[in-house]
């Protein structure tokens, strides 16, 4: 009985030692007054000493040096200025300097450049300049309708390229109609990774496929059968009075359809208006819809030809 009671009483003495060892610690929860480890979901931020602050980490590598670009572009503003005549001319090279003068132009070739414009009657013309050499030329479109509109999608983009290996010399785009300009995107690659520049396109010879008299008021649409290969121009070209044209549709040997929008508009006697194809293509057909807008005298006369390269 003795040793009962004895054994009894050992068990209770090392039970409360360990109550009040688990209550000095808290290893379950903390209570007010006690320093506590809370170690259940405890993210050891209280095992840090506020005397002695987080150790630095080690410094990052700087960061590498970026390397101009091998292409670039930029935007010329001209803010909807407006051209009367056919001494109209862009000074890139001048616009560039006051638009972007941290760029050093000796440092780049022209590529070529888009021409964001718009002519009141669609057939202005355009052509790049280098130095005193011609490089390409190209149709500014448009309508009278939208002349006066400030909206994008009435303003024409015209690609003109720059087929020369040199550039020296100013660059210009000249420019002949009632021409309203936006902007000129120039495209530039540096000198010394310059690769061989592109072939001039290829000589075409003119091919006419035909005329017709459109009727006035109602649209006249006529189909001029074509079957020429290495067409890389289509020619609406007015022969008497005016004609509006109001669509012009080709239909290439692979049965593709296109519609050429650079071809739309008035001509007149003696004009012409030129839309380029992408590549030499085979032209089975082109479609005209056209009206004659004069009430009073003739109807309008107008001819399709092909630019054909031999």
């Known amino acids: 009985m003795k040793n009962t009671l004895m054994a009894i009483t050992g068990l209770l003495t090392a039970l409360s030692m360990m109550n009040a060892n688990a209550d000095s610690f808290d290893f379950g929860h903390a209570r007010p007054g006690h320093p506590g480890m809370n170690l259940p979901g405890n993210d050891f931020g209280d095992l840090v000493r506020p005397d ?3 150790r630095p980490g080690r410094p990052g590598r700087p960061d590498r040096p970026v390397r101009p670009g091998r292409f670039e572009q930029v935007e010329i503003y001209y803010g909807d200025q407006h051209f009367v005549g056919r001494d109209s001319v862009l000074y890139l090279k001048r616009e560039i300097m006051n638009q972007h003068p941290y760029m050093s132009l000796q440092d780049y070739d022209l590529e070529g450049v888009t021409l964001v414009a718009k002519s009141k009657m669609g057939r202005g013309q355009a052509e790049l300049m280098v130095g005193n050499s011609s490089q390409d030329r190209g149709t500014i479109g448009g309508d009278p309708r939208d002349f006066q509109s400030a909206m994008e999608y009435t303003f024409d983009r015209v690609q003109l390229n720059n087929y020369s290996g040199r550039d020296n010399g100013a660059w210009q785009i000249h420019m002949d109609g009632n021409i309203k300009v936006r902007s000129v995107i120039v495209y530039l690659q540096r000198e010394f990774s310059r690769p061989p520049h592109p072939p001039r396109p290829p000589r075409l010879t003119t091919v006419e496929l035909g005329t017709d008299k459109a009727d006035k008021v109602i649209e006249d649409r006529e189909s001029f059968s074509a079957n020429q290969h290495n067409v890389g121009e289509i020619i609406i070209q007015g022969r008497d009075e005016v004609v509006d044209i109001r669509e012009v ?27 380029q194809l992408y590549g030499l293509r085979n032209v089975q057909r082109v479609i005209v819809t056209a009206t004659s807008p004069n009430l009073i005298g003739s109807r309008g006369k107008y001819a399709v030809l092909l630019g054909v390269a031999r």
């Open 249 to 275: 549709v080709v239909v290439f040997g692979n049965g593709d359809h296109q519609r050429m929008w650079e071809l739309e508009g008035y001509v007149r006697d003696g004009e012409s208006r030129r839309a």
């Open 52 to 54: 002695r602050p987080g």
